[in-house]
């Protein structure tokens, strides 16, 4: 066994600070013993100095305020960046690697805008980055694309990868509970920032599919470049319906192979109440992955909170350090290693095909369906089912759900525009997209 003794400094103390340096005094022995590398806690700088009364306690001296003690120290070998954003983030990072230290990261934001120039810096100075804390916390999905599955041409990924919206969408199910109540619950229980935009309008989720194509595909598809969709619009009423035609609604994060193209996509999605991926409850995660080798596989686990992802990060560290003492080589994710690399390329929102789901609130009244039916076929969208709701008798409206055929995005939003102009159409139409081949 190689007992090389390896330096880590930590940028942030916070939650899963706190938790990796539990890890790394607590679990010292046992990493040395499992991973032939010894891991020694040298810094940790955060913006205030703890007080005594923290719960984890580590001699004074470990700490400083000035992240320069941490990333200009020669006797650090491996920086951990965990205080979250992207500016400092970045330019901590960035110094950090021309410094010759490898470098962990929990920051999906950070990579998501600039992984490349990232990337690309730490392959001129021979170090890693490594970042499989990144996404969906304690499961190692990241090292899964990176290496276990680095045979495999993978045909598409299927994620539920941010918890908040797992669990409002769990308790929307479950309880019969409505949106806002849910979501006021999530942030009591701490599952949900207080300002939880990030969550809810999917862009945390997209953030994390911009990595997981980036690996799978070879193929670095900017943020921009996601079809992005939050949850904010799925009603109770959506939940009742979902479960009457046999489906449950996820978030989720999307990315397969289109005829060349890799479509790329986050938003509500009506799955089999069968599959596996319907019954992922609360807070927790899952990644279903589809190699042509492997078949389809499921990782499931804790998506966040202090111990888990501090098991990624140490994961890391680990990795970074084998490479510090020879046992292996650092190197860029194919993702990152050429903007032109790819043969490949990303497939628009309005090019995929799959089935919907709709819901009008139209006027009960004869011709109504006979409209809706003639635009729907002048868009070559055929319907598959049709459900007639009870009338309101306050504004004679009745709820109309539909379920189509496969038709292609672009023909779907057309219509929806022009069936939303009727007269007899009082509300916006719900529409919500149909997976029913998820692997699981």
């Given at each position: 066994?190689d ?9 942030g103390?916070?939650?899963?600070g706190?938790?990796?340096s ?17 891991l020694?806690?040298?810094k940790?700088a ?5 007080a005594?009364s923290?719960?984890f306690?580590?001699?004074?001296e470990?700490?400083?305020?000035k992240?320069a003690?941490v990333?200009?120290?020669p006797d ?5 960046e965990l ?7 970045r330019?901590?990072?960035?110094r950090?690697?021309?410094?010759g ?6 920051n999906?934001?950070?990579l998501?805008e600039h992984?490349f120039?990232?990337?690309q810096?730490?392959s001129?100075m021979?170090v890693?980055?490594n970042f499989?804390a990144?996404t969906?916390g ?6 899964t ?18 918890g908040t919206?797992?669990?409002?969408l769990t308790?929307?199910?479950e309880e019969?509970?409505d949106?806002d109540?849910?979501?006021r619950e999530a942030q009591?229980?701490?599952?949900a920032?207080a300002?939880?935009m990030?969550?809810i ?8 599919l911009?990595l997981?194509?980036?690996l ?9 470049g996601?079809?992005t969709e939050?949850?904010?619009k799925?009603?109770q ?5 979902a ?9 989720l994060a999307i ?6 193209k890799?479509?790329?996509r ?7 109440v069968r599959?596996?991926?319907?019954n ?5 995660n899952?990644v279903?992955?589809?190699g ?9 686990g ?8 501090a098991?990624?990060v140490?994961a ?7 490479s510090?003492?020879g046992?292996?080589d650092?190197?860029?994710p194919?993702g990152?290693?050429?903007e032109?690399?790819?043969d490949v390329?990303a497939?628009?929102?309005?090019a ?8 009008l609130?139209?006027l009960d009244?004869?011709?109504?369906l006979?409209q809706v039916s ?5 868009h070559?969208?055929s319907?598959?089912s049709?459900i007639q709701?009870?009338r309101h008798e306050?504004?004679?409206t009745?709820?109309i ?10 023909d ?10 009727l007269?007899?159409?009082?509300r ?6 149909i997976?029913?081949e998820?692997?699981?």
């Amino acid at each position: 066994m190689d007992s090389s003794s390896v330096s880590v400094g930590l940028l942030g103390w916070g939650t899963v600070g706190t938790g990796v340096s539990k890890i790394l005094v607590n679990q010292n022995e046992l990493i040395s013993q499992n991973a032939g590398v010894r891991l020694r806690l040298a810094k940790i700088a955060k913006r205030t100095l703890p007080a005594s009364s923290d719960g984890f306690r580590l001699p004074s001296e470990c700490f400083t305020t000035k992240p320069a003690e941490v990333i200009d120290d020669p006797d650090i070998d491996i920086v951990v960046e965990l205080i979250g954003g992207v500016t400092h983030a970045r330019r901590f990072i960035v110094r950090a690697i021309q410094n010759g230290k490898h470098v962990v990261t929990a920051n999906k934001a950070l990579l998501a805008e600039h992984g490349f120039e990232l990337f690309q810096l730490a392959s001129k100075m021979k170090v890693s980055l490594n970042f499989e804390a990144s996404t969906a916390g304690g499961i190692p999905i990241i090292k899964t694309l990176k290496e276990s599955f680095a045979a495999n041409r993978i045909e598409s990924i299927y994620g539920i990868i941010n918890g908040t919206c797992n669990y409002i969408l769990t308790q929307m199910h479950e309880e019969g509970a409505d949106f806002d109540e849910v979501l006021r619950e999530a942030q009591t229980l701490g599952y949900a920032e207080a300002d939880p935009m990030l969550d809810i309008e999917g862009i945390d989720a997209a953030q994390k599919l911009t990595l997981l194509t980036a690996l799978a595909y070879g193929f670095n598809i900017p943020l921009r470049g996601i079809y992005t969709e939050g949850v904010t619009k799925i009603t109770q009423k959506e939940i009742q319906h979902a479960h009457e035609l046999g489906y449950v609604i996820k978030l989720l994060a999307i990315a397969k192979r289109n005829r060349g193209k890799i479509e790329a996509r986050v938003h509500p999605t009506m799955v089999p109440v069968r599959s596996m991926l319907a019954n992922v409850g609360g807070a927790f995660n899952t990644v279903c992955v589809i190699g042509d080798a492997v078949g389809p596989t499921l990782f499931y686990g804790q998506g966040a909170g202090e111990m888990p992802t501090a098991s990624a990060v140490v994961a890391d560290i680990i990795d970074s350090a084998k490479s510090i003492c020879g046992h292996t080589d650092a190197h860029v994710p194919r993702g990152w290693l050429s903007e032109s690399q790819s043969d490949v390329s990303a497939c628009p929102i309005d090019a995929i095909e799959t089935r919907y789901y709709v819901r009008l609130m139209a006027l009960d009244q004869p011709g109504v369906l006979a409209q809706v039916s003639s635009i729907f076929s002048a868009h070559n969208i055929s319907i598959a089912s049709l459900i007639q709701k009870e009338r309101h008798e306050t504004d004679g409206t009745a709820s109309i759900v539909m379920v189509t055929h496969e038709a292609i995005e672009k023909d779907m939003q057309a219509a929806m525009q022009k069936i939303d102009a009727l007269d007899t159409i009082k509300r916006t139409s719900q529409l919500i997209r149909i997976e029913d081949e998820v692997a699981f």
